[in-house]
């Protein structure tokens, strides 16, 4: 007699040509370069490794930094008796994403005052970008073709995202690989060249990877350009603060464009300037026209928002919002971001006087301490990249792009060294 448990197993079991899927078809995806390369330095047992390529701030001894004023404001938190886990709203903390406007936007900004911005809480800037993206592809009239300028070169995870969402990038001319410095001339005149209304994205501060921004007269060049071909600017903003060292002087590209008109949004993260980087504190704000159509993007949003994440999480965005709207805190927290900016601007200028004064290595090094915030491009050539990593166990991209933030005053030097070493001799 076949048993009840032989029953069931003949039942589930696929039958001889009929097997369910299996997946052979999915391709194996390259890793992403910067988390191999991390799993390349843990693994290095020398012990005068460097790494060089992440993008996170480090304290002087090589370690990550919970900033004191987020350890307060957690702190704060942890004793409210009424503190509880419910969802928050689709769109977010309200107290979090009101405040993380005005941060970026200026707390007078008219385009907040007159009610026609839309803020919206996201997984940090990567949700913010994703959302943005996914919110033009449904409902931005593009000229043609669904395309997004990208500087060249640019944050790499860019390109997945606007990809993943139908939206094609295309690239501007950004930095000049023989100047170490901005291709001013070749970015405006794409501007100029570009479809009227087409999307270009623009780093806010702190360009990632190049370390090389606009000058303010060289902003306004751009916002005017973008006005008379009637482009919409995207704004990345994921240094704010953690460039200068000042949330006000980092905001200004982004102030002028609101001033200016120039039709936009803006994508917002506290990974680098709270230190919040497994939190996933982000928002964006997209800077509309008038109320009414502000109420109209407000419910996409949150159509959007729902189907993908449903409610934004609440810890950190608590944090932020503790910090933002307490005088006390948010003044703790301006000396924090000055700590993190200054040590890093500290770190540019030693390496480059090691460079130029000490070593005399070859070529001009005052690209290092012109350009801003955690990454510096080098101008060192892939060769040399390579060389660094496999004889002096630095580990940095290929470009030659360093995290300021890796370098400390204990291995200034031996990186200094080896890099005027491969100089010379690649």
Known sequence: MVSRLQQVERHIRPQQGTMAETWNNVPLAPPDSIFKLTAAYEADAYPQKINLGVGAYRDDNN??????????????????????????PITGLPGFVSSAACLILGKDSPAIAEGRVVSVQT????????????FLSKYYPFNGDKVIYLSDPTWVNHFAIFNNVGIKPLLYPYYDQRTIALDFAGFVATLESAPERSVFLLHACAHNPTGVDPTDEQWKIIADTILAKKHYAFFDAAYQGF??????????????????????????????????????VGALHLVLPNKETASRVRSQLS????????????YGARVVALILNNPELFDEWKADIKTMAGRIIAMRRELHRLLTEELKTPGNWDHIINQIGMFSFTG????????????????????????????????????SEALDRVVRTI
């Open 243 to 280: 460039a200068s060292g000042d949330l006000d002087r980092d905001a200004a590209a982004v102030r002028h464009f609101v001033s200016r008109g120039v039709p936009m949004l803006v994508c917002q993260s506290f990974a680098k300037n709270a230190g919040l980087y497994g939190e996933r």
């Open 63 to 88: 370690k990550p930094w919970v900033l004191p004023v987020v350890k307060k404001a957690s702190q704060i938190l942890l004793n409210d008796p009424t503190l509880n886990h419910e969802y928050l």
């Open 303 to 314: 159509v959007l928002q729902r189907s993908e994440i449903s409610n934004p999480p609440s």
């Open 380 to 415: 060192i050539s892939a060769a040399q990249s390579n060389a660094l990593i496999d004889d002096a166990h630095v580990y940095l991209t290929s470009n030659g792009r360093i995290s300021m933030a890796g370098l400390n005053s204990k291995n200034i030097r031996y990186f």
């Open 123 to 134: 997984i940090s800037g990567t949700g913010a970008n994703h959302l943005a993206a996914l």
